[in-house]
Each structure stands twice: as C-alpha cells, then as structure tokens.
C-alpha cells in the first residue's frame, strides 16, 4: 500500500468534476475547500459540463479562465486561490509528480474516469494527475456514482482501494436527519473533507447531541423521539375509499407498488 499523508490539512487541493452524476457535491467541495483557505486546482471533463448544465443549470464555459472567472466570483476566491486549467493542458504543475497537488479528489467520478484511472491510462490532466497522486503516495479520494455497480466497477474500485486510494461513495447516513438535500450533499462533502484532514463542522457528528452537551442518555432519548417522528412520516400510505394500505390495494389489483405492472 502507498504511504499516505494524513492528518496534515493540504494546501493546495486538486479537484475534478467529471461527467457523473453528483455536480452539487462537487461545487459545495469546491466552495468549502476555498472557504478552508486551501488553494484549489480545479480540472473539469466535456461531460461534466453537460451534467452540471443539466444538474444544476449551470453554465460551465469550455475555456478555463473563465470559469476560474465564474466559480472565483461565485465562491468569494482569494486572487490566486482557484486555479482551472483544462483537459490538455499538459504544462500545468499537477501533471508532473514535481508539483503535485497535497492531495486530489475527483468528484463525481464516473465509472470510464475511473477505469481509467485503474489502468493508469493518464489520457487526459485529469487521469494524469490522479496517477501523479497515486504514484507520489498523496491523498486521493474518488467519488464514484454509478447504481448498481458492475463487478467491472467492483474489480476497479478494489484494485485502487488496495493501492490506498479513498472509494468514498456518495451514500449520505439517515442518523443525522436531514431536512433538505443540501443537508444531504454536506454530509458526503464532509466526510470527503474528513478524508484531506481539512477541518469542517458540516454535519452533526455520531454521538454528538444537537444541544450540544451530549451526555449518552440525551443522545439516546433525543435519537428516539426522532425515531418515532420518522416513524410518523413513513407510515404506509392509506387509500381513501377503504381506508386499507395503498401497498396492499395495488398488490391486491395485481400492480407491483415499488413500479410495474406483474
Ligand atoms: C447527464 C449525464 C449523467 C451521467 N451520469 C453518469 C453517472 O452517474 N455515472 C457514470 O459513470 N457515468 C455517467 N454518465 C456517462 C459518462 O458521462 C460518460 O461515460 C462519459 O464518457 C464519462 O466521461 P468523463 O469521465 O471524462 O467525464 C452520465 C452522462 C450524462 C450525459
């Protein structure tokens, strides 16, 4: 396994938008990383641009200066502190393991990216860079987002885990509540933070009490009433004539509920 560099909160961040689903997650790291003081690499593939405008409305433009322009603004960047560059360009200090990045994340990945990367391809700065990564033992942490995984996706996400890259998936917990989906997307940025030792209170940790004094029993007793409010909210559907569960009327008229007729 490749030495990694933990615990030391990195400087200068590589991050990279593919064309996956999961853009959101992907802007709010980039915001937080600038918001931290870290300097951030930004790398953006063709179809990333595609998801981001459909994802997000989102107008990516094709030159790198001008979404350094955009998401500096958009973010309150520092002069300096964001840096695009694009798919080719091949003088730009992450393709060289003599400056690499303190640490990379590529964020959504998608399934091809990945493989790539597995097969240390290096076809494009993105690719290249992570390799860099890989081969100069920095931090590197995939966010992949594909459903269901192939045992393709498997065999890949396994043979870059075992060479200490971070297969972080963006499978947000349910124990923290969430009430919005940007609630959602912080709990997965946070832990993609936790990974780059960059400190950040974006979600109400395991153990923590929301009032904050955390003895366990509060914990407990405040975990339970929110228990019984979720169970209020996912009480089965009831259908309006007979009063009987929706689920049991549909299977009864011989219709699947979770979607398709049998
Ligand atoms: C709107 C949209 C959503 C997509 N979502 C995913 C996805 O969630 N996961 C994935 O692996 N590929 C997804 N794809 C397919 C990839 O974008 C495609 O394989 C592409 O070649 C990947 O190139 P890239 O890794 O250079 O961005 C999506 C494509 C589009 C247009």
């Known amino acids: 396994m490749i030495p990694t560099r933990r615990n030391v909160c990195p400087e200068t961040v590589a991050v990279a938008f593919t064309g996956a689903s999961g853009m959101p997650y992907g802007l709010r790291l980039v915001e937080c990383l600038l918001a931290a003081g870290c300097t951030v690499w930004l790398l953006y593939s063709q179809v990333a641009q595609i998801v981001a405008r459909q994802e997000m409305d989102l107008n990516l433009p094709s030159r790198p200066t001008e979404v ?45 990216t990945l493989a ?20 100069e033992g920095r931090p590197l942490v995939l966010v992949p987002r594909e459903t269901p995984f192939s045992a393709i996706h498997l065999e890949n996400m396994l043979k870059l885990a075992r060479l200490g890259v971070v297969i972080l998936p963006p499978s947000p917990g349910f124990y923290t509540h969430p009430q919005t989906v940007e609630d959602m ?7 993609v933070l936790d990974q780059l030792s960059v400190p950040n209170r974006l979600m109400r940790r395991w153990g923590d009490a929301e009032t904050g004094s955390g003895s366990e029993s509060e914990v407990e007793s405040e975990a339970e009433a929110q228990g019984r409010a979720l169970d209020d909210r996912v009480r089965p559907a009831v259908d309006a004539a007979t009063g009987a ?12 509920p979770l979607g398709g007729d049998r």
Request: glycine share 10%.
């Open 185 to 191: 997307v912080d709990f997965v940025v946070a832990r």
């Open 116 to 135: 790539s990367i597995a097969a240390g391809l290096s076809q494009n700065l993105i690719e290249r860079a992570a390799d860099v990564a890989i081969k």
């Open 245 to 256: 569960p929706v689920a049991d009327v549909l299977a009864t008229a011989g219709r699947n």
């Open 68 to 112: 350094e322009a955009l998401l500096g603004e958009r973010f309150g960047a520092r002069p300096g502190q964001l840096r695009v560059f694009g798919r080719e360009e091949w003088f730009a200090p992450l393709a060289s393991g003599s400056n690499p990045a303190d640490a990379m994340v590529v964020c959504p990945c998608t399934m091809g």
